[in-house]
């Protein structure tokens, strides 16, 4: 079918355009006031002058900057978020932490424990927040006994740290204390491709550190 003969069930829709007289009229009039269309004309020092039409909606929000620096702006944007959801996805933290976050943090005890957990979580969600890559960046301890929820906070921590603060040079190690050891040790082999400096800078060079079982 063709847009001068269009298709029969097409026809019944009184709003359909093919064919059929001032059907677009019909639609434009039951557009909501807010969404009526005003032509907007800008002037992009990179871009150049651009004219498009925008919403009543739209200019109310301010949104009439150039389109053009909008959808470079929405480019990047959804590579940011495509590159940290795959960060979230390969980062090598236990299997059971991963994407894990302080909705997977259940309190547990008395009252006087449960305000405990709340006050760390609390604390841990605002460190996530917060947190600034660099040498002066404070570092966390962890202390408690097996099975007390350190790894899973410091994973969820973790988590929430790309999830928050992500840029595309960020890297989570996670290692146990007894993987470094083994690690070192290998350095000593003179067949070893990686120096002591290299792996030391590896260490401290990463954005986000977590060294488990310590003690």
Request: charge should be positive; proline fraction near 3%; hydrophobic fraction near 35%.
């Amino acid at each position: 079918y063709s847009l001068s003969q269009p298709m029969p069930d097409a026809i019944q829709n009184e709003y359909h355009t093919a064919g059929r007289d001032k059907s677009l009229s019909k639609l434009i009039e039951n557009i909501p006031s807010d969404m009526a269309l005003t032509q907007i004309t800008a002037d992009c020092d990179k871009h150049g002058k651009q004219k498009w039409y925008a919403s009543r909606r739209a200019i109310a929000a301010g949104e009439i900057g150039c389109q053009k620096c909008q959808a470079d702006k929405d480019v990047r944007r959804a590579k940011i978020t495509s590159q940290r959801e795959t960060l979230l996805d390969q980062v090598k933290l236990p299997i059971e932490h991963k994407r894990a976050d302080f909705s997977d943090w259940h309190l547990y005890g008395d009252e006087k424990v449960r305000a405990r957990l709340i006050k760390i979580a609390t604390f841990a969600k605002q460190y996530a927040i917060d947190y600034k890559q660099g040498l002066d960046r404070p570092c966390i301890l962890l202390s408690g006994k097996t099975g007390t929820g350190k790894t899973k906070i410091a994973c969820i921590i973790a988590n929430e740290i790309i999830r928050h603060n992500f840029n595309p040079r960020m890297t989570v190690l996670f290692k146990r204390s007894s993987d470094i050891q083994n690690e070192f040790k290998e350095l000593w082999d003179r067949n070893s491709n990686k120096s002591k400096a290299a792996f030391m800078n590896e260490l401290a060079s990463a954005p986000v550190l977590i060294i488990d079982e310590v003690g």
